[in-house]
């Protein structure tokens, strides 16, 4: 059944409540506020998930854990997570936009103690990047602003996508494998096995 053609998706966008319009710039050109402010709240979304994944790689380089590859897999997405957040600020500041600096809050993740944990966290919070970022091309196209659509969909969405995919499959390997909400065997073997850990 498909959605009323007036309908409209409830948009819950991170924006930048404090944000400060840059006066006196002459780059920007059709870019409208409310996309602005958009960008900055979701850059620092993914400043807050790059901290969060680098929190839990050093989780997994514990000596009572001790499980390299896995934390070499997690300080790579957050380094990686980090550059897409470096770029959507730099395209930020060609448009002409500001970014505010916010706070970036502690990353909550103590109470993880297993792979399974970890992964269900990254999955969640990869989900709600995707979510968040789709959201802002559906922003950016209701305001007039198709070229900050077209650059967030190409850039920023379709790589989302083919992450969740990645730790829905290192999900699935780690519970074949026998890991549980606690450390054991398993951890060791998906951190022996699993080709995207290996091939770091």
Not at 13 to 39: M, Q
Request: charged content about 25%.
């Amino acid at each position: 059944m498909s959605e009323p053609a007036g309908k409209r998706l409830k948009l819950t966008l991170p924006v930048c409540t404090a944000h400060r319009t840059l006066t006196g710039t002459r780059v920007k050109h059709n870019f409208p506020l409310v996309v602005e402010e958009s960008l900055c709240g979701v850059i620092t979304v993914l400043m807050a998930v790059a901290y969060r994944l680098q929190a839990l790689a050093k989780l997994f380089e514990r000596d009572d854990i001790a499980l390299p590859r896995i934390a070499a897999f997690f300080h790579q997405e957050a380094e990686q997570e980090q550059k897409e957040a470096e770029s959507l600020l730099e395209y930020l500041r060609e448009r002409g936009g500001q970014y505010c600096n916010k706070d970036i809050q502690k990353p909550g993740c103590e109470a993880v103690g297993s792979v399974l944990q970890a992964l269900e966290l990254m999955l969640a919070q990869w989900k709600e990047v995707a979510r968040i970022l789709t959201e802002l091309c559906q922003q950016s196209k209701q305001n007039g602003d198709p070229h900050t659509a077209s650059v967030v969909k190409k850039r920023f969405v379709t790589p989302a996508i083919g992450k969740i995919e990645v730790v829905g499959a290192l999900l699935t390997n780690a519970r074949r494998v026998g890991c549980k909400d606690e450390t054991g065997f398993g951890e060791y073997l998906i951190d022996q096995l699993q080709k995207e850990l290996t091939n770091l």
